[in-house]
C-alpha cells in the first residue's frame, strides 16, 4: 500500500516570516516580492524534502474568530499587516494555483483550526502528517503521525518537533503546551494567563501536576504564597486563556483528503509566474530555457546591393537603419546598412558604404533627411568612422519610447509588431542569441536590414500621428531628438581619466584591505577567507555566537542587510562592512575603469540611455558614472582621476537644489512649500518645524533628518513600515510622523488623492512637457499591481517633471555654448548634476551663464536653484 503523506502549511505564519526574514526585494515593476520569494523557497524545500502526496495551505479569513466571543481582546494590539506584505497574499495565492497546491481558508476560525482539524482526520485515515509553521502554537498538534516544523529566524531553516523533541525542550508532552500558554499566556495573541508567571514556571508547575484544570484544583499544594495568590485571583482568566490557545481539531471543514491530492506543478505555470515576479534565480532551478521567437513566413521583398554607390542612390527622404550586432557601439563592428527610400530598397555593405565618398556626403548632408533607429547610436557609431550624420529627424526608437516608456528594450520588430507589420523577424529569431548567435551569408543579412527598412518606412507616419494625437510631438522634437545629438557629443568627446591615479588609488586600497583583514581575523581570533560566506558564518555564529537570522543550505547568510542588523553586537561587523565596501570600490570602479580606458586618449566613454527608464531620466553605462559611491571618502577621492582633456582647464560642475522638492511645490500648489522655496529657506528645516510645532531655532539635527526623509519619500507612496525602517523608529510613530506632514501640507495630500483619480480615470500619468507614463494596473483587482501603480502616479509626473527641466536645460546650455563660441564643453549628466570642462579663463562666464540658463529652463511657481563649483578635477569641483 502507498504511503500517504500529508504536508500541512500555515500560510499566513510563513508569509510573515519570509517578510521579516528578508529584505525588502522588487522586481523591474518596483511589486515587493521578498514574501512570495520566501514563501517560494520553502515551498520548494518541502516539496523536495518531504515528497506529499497530498498538500494544503490554510490562511487565516478575518480578523474575527470565534475565539473572540470568548475574549474581545484576543490578538488585540497586533500592528497592522505592513502594506508591503499586504500587496503579496495575491502572489503568493497565484503561487499555490501555479504549484497546483490546494488552498484553503475559513470564516470564523484560523488557519491553525483547520490544519488541527485536517491533521486529526488524516492520522484517523492512516496518513503521516507534517505541519509547517512559524508560531510554536502548533507544537500541540504534534503526535507518533504528525510532526510539527517551526521555522526558526531564517525562512527554510525547520526545528522539527516530535513528541519526543517536545519532552526533551520542555519536559512536557504535546497535549500540556495549551496548559501551558493557560499559565504563561502569550503576548502575540494577546493571551492573558497569570501575571507573574514564565515559561519555568508554567513548566514547574506541570511536571508537578500534569494540567491546568489539576493545578487549580490543587492550589494549597503550591509553594509560594504570592504564586498561590495570583493562581487563585486569575484562575478564570488561565482557563480562558487556556481556551483561547486550545487548537480546534473538529472544524467544519468542508475539505476532503481526496481533494488535497498533489499530483506536481505545471513547469508552464510557473515560468510565467517567476518571469513576472523576476525570479530569475529560481527559473534556473526549474531548467528554464529562453524562449526563441518562431520564425515567420514573410513576404518576398525586393533589394539591391549596388555595384557602386552613386549619388543617384540617395532620394530626398531615407529610412536609413545601422546594423550593429553589440549593445555597446563604442566598440561593435557595423555590419551592414540599408537604405529604403522611392528609388528603391538597399543593402550597403560596410566597406563599400564607408570608403563611398557619395554615401559620406549624403550622410553629412543636413538637406538629406533621415529617418533612423537610435539616433545617438546610429550618429556614434558612424563618427568612429570619420562620418559626421546629419539631417536624421525622426527617430523610430525614440518615438516608440515616448508614446510608452514602459515598453523599453524592444527591437524593431517588437515596435512593428505592435502596428500590425509582420514582414519583419526579431533579431534573436534571425541572427541567434549568445554562443549560438552568427551572421548569415550576405543575401540572407541584406534582406533581413531592407525589411527593417522597410518596416521603419511603414512606422513614421504611424508614430508621427500618435505623438501629434498625445500632444507629445514638441516632446518629441523639441527635447529628446535634440538631446540625442548632444549626448552623442558627450559620448563621442568622453571625459579623461588619469590611470596613474587610479592605479595609485588601487593599491592604497590594496593596503587598507590588507589591513582590515587582518584585523577582522585579530577580532576572530583565527585567519580565515573573509570572501567565503561559509567560513565567515562559522566564524560570527558559531565562534563568536552572534545573532543568526538565516541559514541557507550551504550554510548561514551573510548578505548586507543580516550584517547590518547585526551591527552593534561585535566589533567585527563594522571592519566586515567597511571591507566589503572597500572590496567593491576596489574591482568595479578602480579595476573596472582601468579596463575601459581607451590607450590613446586616456578617456572613457560613457553611453547614455535615453530609452531606457520609465520616468524619463537618463543611465549611465559602461561604464556607470552616476553611481560611483561617494558615501565614503575613499569613494569620493575616484572621481580625483577624472580631469580635464586639455592643459589649463578646470572641471564646472552645476547641480539642482532639490529640484524634485520644487516640482511638487509647483504641482500641488501648495503655499507652504512655495512659500518656503520662495524665501530661499532650508526646506528640510521648515517641515520639521511644522510636523514638530517648533520655531528653526528649536530644530535638532535629528528632527531635520526625520523631516527630510517624509519630505522624499512621502510623495513616492512610503508607508508608515516603509519610513520606520529608513528611521528606525516604531511603525505607530512613522505613522503618526506621515499624518503630521500631510495636515502641515494639506496640497500636496490633496494632489497625492487627485493624481491617483486621475490616472484611474484617463490610464496614465503626465509630467510638466507632456511625457506619460501607463498604467495599466490602476485599476487591477490585484492589490499588489493597484497599490504599486498607485505609488508610481504619485511619483512619475515629479521625478519624470525633474528630468524633462535637466534635460531641456541640457540643449539650452549647448545652444548658449554655441552662441556664445565658448570652447567649454558638457562631459556628464549625474541625476540632477551637469559636469563641464571648460577653459580656466572661461569660468567666470560659466559662473554666471550656467546658473542663469539652468534655473530659467522652466518657469515654476517657484525659483529654481543651482549651485556650483569647479577645480583641477572632478572631486574639487564639489
Not at 505545471?266 to 525570479?279: A, D, N, Y
Not at 568612422?385 to 520588430?413: C, R, V, W
Not at 575613499?634 to 516640482?663: N, T
Request: glycine share 6%; proline share 3%.
Amino acid at each position: 500500500m502507498e504511503n500517504k503523506k500529508l504536508v500541512l502549511i500555515d500560510g499566513n505564519s510563513i508569509a510573515y516570516r519570509a517578510f521579516f526574514a528578508l529584505p525588502l526585494l522588487n522586481n523591474d515593476k518596483g511589486i515587493h516580492t521578498n514574501a512570495v520569494y520566501g514563501f517560494t523557497m520553502m515551498l520548494m524545500k518541502i516539496l523536495e524534502e518531504e515528497k506529499p502526496t497530498h498538500i494544503l495551505v490554510a490562511f487565516d479569513a478575518g480578523k474575527t474568530t470565534f475565539r473572540h466571543k470568548t475574549f474581545e481582546e484576543y490578538k488585540g494590539g497586533r500592528q497592522k499587516t505592513p502594506p508591503e506584505l499586504s500587496e503579496q497574499f495575491p502572489f503568493i495565492r497565484e503561487l499555490l494555483d501555479a504549484y497546483g497546491i490546494s488552498r484553503y481558508e475559513l470564516e470564523n476560525y484560523e488557519a491553525d483550526d483547520i490544519i488541527g482539524t485536517l491533521s486529526s482526520t488524516a492520522e484517523k485515515d492512516g496518513f503521516e502528517v507534517k505541519v509547517i509553521s512559524g508560531d510554536k502554537d502548533l507544537t500541540q498538534l504534534a503526535s507518533p503521525h504528525t510532526t510539527v516544523g517551526i521555522t526558526r529566524k531564517g525562512i527554510t531553516d525547520i526545528e522539527v518537533y516530535t513528541p519526543e523533541h517536545v519532552q526533551e525542550k520542555y519536559g512536557l508532552i504535546p497535549d500540556q503546551i495549551i496548559d501551558m500558554k493557560g499559565l504563561m499566556g502569550d503576548a502575540s495573541d494577546n493571551i492573558p494567563g497569570v501575571p507573574g508567571v514564565g515559561e519555568k514556571t508554567a513548566i514547574k508547575l506541570l511536571k508537578e501536576f500534569s494540567t491546568l484544570e489539576q493545578l487549580l484544583e490543587s492550589i494549597d499544594k503550591v509553594s509560594g504564597n504570592k504564586l498561590k495568590e495570583k493562581l487563585t485571583e486569575f484562575k478564570e482568566q488561565a482557563v480562558m486563556s487556556k481556551q483561547l490557545a486550545t487548537i480546534e481539531r473538529h472544524a467544519p471543514v468542508e475539505v476532503a483528503l481526496e481533494d488535497i491530492s498533489y499530483d506536481g506543478f505545471t513547469r508552464e505555470k510557473l515560468i510565467g509566474l517567476f518571469k513576472e515576479l523576476g525570479f530569475s534565480s529560481l527559473l534556473d532551478k526549474l531548467g528554464e530555457d529562453s524562449a526563441v521567437d518562431v520564425i515567420q513566413e514573410l513576404c518576398e521583398v525586393e533589394y539591391i546591393i549596388p555595384s557602386e554607390i552613386s549619388s543617384d542612390l540617395f532620394a530626398n527622404t531615407n529610412y536609413f537603419y545601422v546594423e550593429m550586432l553589440e549593445d555597446n557601439y563604442h566598440q561593435a563592428e557595423i555590419i551592414g546598412f540599408s537604405i529604403v527610400n522611392d528609388n528603391g530598397h538597399f543593402f550597403l555593405p560596410t566597406e563599400q558604404a564607408l570608403n563611398s565618398e557619395s554615401f559620406k556626403s549624403w550622410a553629412e548632408n543636413e538637406g538629406k533627411k533621415k529617418t533612423v533607429y537610435d539616433a545617438k547610436r546610429t550618429e556614434v557609431s558612424l563618427r568612429r568612422q570619420g562620418i559626421h550624420l546629419k539631417g536624421a529627424d525622426f527617430d523610430i526608437l525614440m518615438a516608440s519610447y515616448i508614446l510608452n516608456p514602459s515598453e523599453t528594450g524592444e527591437d524593431l520588430a517588437a515596435i512593428a509588431g505592435k502596428y500590425g507589420i509582420r514582414n519583419i523577424q526579431s533579431d534573436e529569431s534571425f541572427y541567434g542569441k549568445g554562443a549560438k548567435q552568427r551572421i548569415p551569408e550576405t543575401d540572407r543579412l541584406a534582406e533581413h536590414l531592407v525589411r527593417k527598412g522597410m518596416a521603419m518606412a511603414e512606422l513614421k507616419d504611424k508614430l508621427e500621428d500618435d505623438l501629434k494625437k498625445n500632444e507629445q510631438y514638441s516632446l518629441f522634437t523639441e527635447l529628446e531628438m535634440p538631446l540625442s545629438l548632444i549626448l552623442a557629443d558627450m559620448e563621442s568627446c568622453g571625459i579623461k581619466v588619469e590611470r596613474q591615479r587610479l592605479e595609485s588609488m588601487g593599491r592604497e586600497l590594496n593596503e587598507r584591505l590588507i589591513e582590515i583583514e587582518e584585523k577582522i581575523c585579530e577580532l576572530a581570533g583565527e585567519k580565515f577567507n573573509i570572501n567565503s560566506p561559509k567560513q565567515l558564518g562559522v566564524i560570527l555564529f558559531e565562534k563568536l555566537q552572534l545573532t543568526s537570522f538565516k541559514k541557507t543550505k550551504t550554510g548561514y547568510s551573510t548578505s548586507a542587510d543580516v550584517l547590518e542588523k547585526l551591527a552593534g553586537e561585535h566589533e567585527i561587523i563594522e571592519h566586515i562592512l567597511l571591507y566589503r565596501q572597500l572590496g567593491k570600490l576596489q574591482s568595479t570602479y578602480i579595476e573596472g575603469l582601468l579596463k575601459v580606458i581607451e590607450p590613446k586618449t586616456d578617456k572613457v566613454h560613457t553611453r547614455f540611455q535615453q530609452t531606457l527608464t520609465a520616468t524619463g531620466r537618463l543611465s549611465s553605462i559602461d561604464p556607470n558614472l552616476q553611481n560611483i559611491p561617494i558615501r565614503l571618502e575613499e569613494g569620493r577621492r575616484i572621481r580625483q582621476a577624472f580631469v580635464p582633456s586639455e592643459k589649463d582647464w578646470l572641471i564646472f560642475a552645476a547641480d539642482y537644489s532639490q529640484i524634485e522638492l520644487r516640482v511638487l511645490a509647483h504641482i500641488s500648489g501648495d503655499e507652504k512649500l512655495i512659500q518656503a522655496f520662495k524665501e530661499d529657506m532650508d526646506i528640510h528645516t521648515r517641515t520639521a518645524m511644522e510636523v514638530f510645532h517648533v520655531d528653526s531655532d528649536q530644530v535638532t539635527s535629528n528632527m531635520r533628518r526625520q523631516a527630510k526623509a517624509v519630505n522624499f519619500g512621502i510623495v513616492y507612496g512610503i508607508s508608515d513600515y516603509g519610513l520606520s525602517q529608513s528611521l528606525g523608529i516604531t511603525r505607530k510613530d512613522a505613522g503618526q510622523f506621515i499624518e503630521r506632514y500631510l495636515n502641515s501640507y494639506p496640497r500636496v495630500k490633496e494632489y497625492m488623492e487627485t493624481i491617483v483619480h486621475s490616472a484611474k480615470q484617463k490610464g496614465y500619468v503626465s509630467t510638466l512637457l507632456h511625457r506619460r507614463r501607463y498604467l495599466p494596473e490602476i485599476t487591477a483587482r490585484n492589490f499588489n499591481l493597484r497599490s504599486f501603480a498607485e505609488r508610481t502616479a504619485m511619483n512619475t509626473p515629479i521625478q519624470g517633471s525633474a528630468a524633462d527641466i535637466i534635460k531641456k536645460a541640457m540643449i539650452d546650455m549647448d545652444e548658449a555654448l554655441k552662441d556664445k563660441g565658448l570652447k567649454s564643453r558638457l562631459l556628464l549628466q549625474v541625476h540632477d548634476e551637469l559636469i563641464f570642462e571648460a577653459p580656466e579663463e572661461e569660468v567666470e562666464i560659466l559662473k554666471q551663464l550656467v546658473p542663469l540658463v539652468m534655473e530659467n529652463a522652466i518657469e515654476l511657481s517657484v525659483p529654481l536653484k543651482v549651485d556650483y563649483a569647479y577645480g583641477p578635477t572632478w572631486f574639487d569641483a564639489k
